[in-house]
């Protein structure tokens, strides 16, 4: 998926279906990582694309949650 379309389908997603998110993609991470220590595959791609998606759902749970805090 490309990164524009990630980040409108993720701005669609209230704070509670962010957290989700993140704790799935946490999931996933260290999922990746424990195969990285195995020697299992290529993952290193992998486990920077994750990060980088996670990093921007927090930073949308961040924006969101200042906003509901200024209303």
Known sequence: MKRKEQ???LKDMSVEE???Q??????SLFR????KSL???????DIR??????ARVYTLIGE???ESSKA
Not at 22 to 27: G, I, R, S, T
Request: glycine fraction near 6%; aromatic fraction near 4%.
């Open 7 to 9: 980040l409108d389908q």
């Open 18 to 20: 962010l957290a989700e």
């Open 22 to 27: 993140a704790d799935a993609l946490k999931e």
């Open 32 to 35: 990746l990582k424990f195969r």
């Open 39 to 45: 020697g299992v595959g290529e993952t290193i791609s």
């Open 49 to 54: 694309r994750e990060k980088k998606v996670l």
């Open 64 to 66: 969101k949650s200042r």
